[in-house]
């Protein structure tokens, strides 16, 4: 699946994530020139739970809203964000324990980590993480 010059907004779930969007595992999924914002789930990833192959480019992930985590995005999959802004979510920015790879990107202003590492891989290169908050460990990175 596509999306290109697209709106994601005010969606909501009280399943296990996905308040805008659910990739699932077997799912491929690539994300250009959108705004995914304002979505909620009881869950993780407020505004994207991917669990399979995520490519995020020239995207803003806004003001969306977790339960558990990722109040932007919570992956369990394969993520790529480029030249993409993750910021203001509730939860944190980026919950990740699959594979995540961050270039040219802005985590800003999220309450909780900006992105916290559950055993997964994270690289980030010419990526800014900044003026995140976490109640105890990490508002900007949580690495475990």
């Known amino acids: 699946m ?25 799912g491929m999924l690539t994300v250009t020139s959108t705004t995914i914002s304002g979505n909620l789930t009881d869950g993780y990833g407020g505004g994207i739970c991917n669990g399979g192959t995520l490519t995020l480019t020239n995207t803003t992930v806004s003001d969306n809203s977790a339960g558990y985590g990722g109040g932007g995005i919570g992956n369990y999959g394969t993520l790529t964000l480029t030249n993409t802004t993750v910021s203001g979510n509730s939860g944190g920015g980026i919950y990740n324990s699959g594979t995540l790879t961050l270039a040219n990107t802005m985590v800003l202003g999220n309450s909780g980590s900006g992105i916290y590492n559950y055993y997964g891989t994270l690289t980030l290169t010419n990526t800014t993480v900044s003026g995140n908050s976490a109640g105890r460990y990490g508002g900007g990175i949580h690495n475990v």
């Open 2 to 26: 596509t999306l290109t010059n697209t709106m994601v907004l005010g969606n909501s779930t009280d399943r296990e994530g996905g308040g805008g969007i659910y990739n699932d595992s077997s």
